[in-house]
């Protein structure tokens, strides 16, 4: 037997436990117009927290107080995450993830690379809901089989961070320190059987739901049976309830400027953490997952 993560499994087992940690950044009037800036700011972020239990793994943009709501403007969105795999100046598919950008809160790789969309999806502008894939369209080599943990801090200041308003009784982002009850934690975001529930319903629901062309889903209510694609996943997470939760305590959201001169101006791990505080949130999820 091998003992992995204190589990013990039978030989070949094909289970892993995985850690995802997501850079939330919420950003404020305009969307981050460049992609390249984007992609600069999580690869420094990511270098900066190298090695470390913080180290991003995917990085999202949002509007402030919207936590489904698209950080980019149209065009950076559609640059960032239309895939032209043709070359043939027409988006074939639309990414999950690119170079560690996540797209979409709703919709979390357990890894980068681990999961892909098949089909494209509508492009949002800056503050518009980001539209989820279709959970038929994905595919991906982790699938989910539990939630074992979720956490998260705010990213306060440049000296420090947060836990206020996660599975505590105290409200640290006040002076003095409040008691408030936090009974609905459970329902508002941060807590894995809300996380692992979601992966659950997403995949009761696809296996239930008509099938279609292209899309790996069952047919059980017409008496059609369960197609093989459709008893696989999920391969992603749904995070926005947690982003949701932690998003009570960021602050107004940073400038898209910001983001946007940031390579220009060779901002280094540090400079970049004193324009975010505030108004960025680490969550971290681990997860047990098989290999498929």
Request: hydrophobic share 45%; net charge negative; glycine share 10%.
């Amino acid at each position: 037997m091998a003992s992995i993560g204190g589990l013990d499994l039978g030989y070949g087992s094909q289970t892993q436990i995985v850690r995802t940690n997501v850079l939330c950044v919420s950003v404020a009037a305009t969307g981050i117009a460049s992609a390249a800036a984007a992609n600069y700011f999580h690869n420094q972020m990511q270098q900066g927290l190298k090695g470390s239990l913080l180290e991003p793994d995917f990085t999202y943009f949002y509007q402030v107080d919207a936590p489904g709501d698209s950080g980019y403007t149209a065009a950076a969105n559609a640059a960032i995450f239309d895939q032209d795999t043709n070359n043939n100046g027409t988006a074939d598919s639309t990414a999950l993830a690119n170079h560690g950008l996540l797209r979409d809160i709703s919709q979390v790789p357990l890894c980068p690379g681990s999961a892909h969309a098949d089909a494209t999806a509508a492009t949002p502008a800056f503050g518009a809901a980001t539209a989820a894939h279709d959970i038929g369209n994905i595919s991906g080599n982790l699938m989910i089989q539990g939630i074992l943990s979720a956490s998260g801090v705010v990213l306060t200041d440049e000296t420090a961070a947060t836990t206020a308003g996660l599975f505590v009784d105290t409200d640290q982002s006040v002076t003095p320190a409040a008691t408030v009850d936090r009974s609905a934690n459970e329902v508002g975001g941060l807590m894995a059987g809300v996380i692992g529930a979601s992966a659950m319903k997403a995949q009761y629901d696809n296996m239930f739901a008509a099938s279609a062309t292209d899309l790996n889903r069952g047919n059980l209510t017409a008496g059609a049976g369960i197609s093989t694609g459709a008893r696989l996943g999920p391969y992603t997470m749904d995070l926005e309830a947690a982003l949701t939760q932690m998003e009570t305590i960021t602050g107004t959201g940073v400038t898209a400027a910001t983001i946007d001169d940031a390579s220009a101006n060779s901002l280094a791990p540090e400079s970049l953490v004193a324009a975010i505080n505030n108004d960025a949130s680490i969550i971290s999820v681990l997860s047990l997952a098989k290999v498929c």
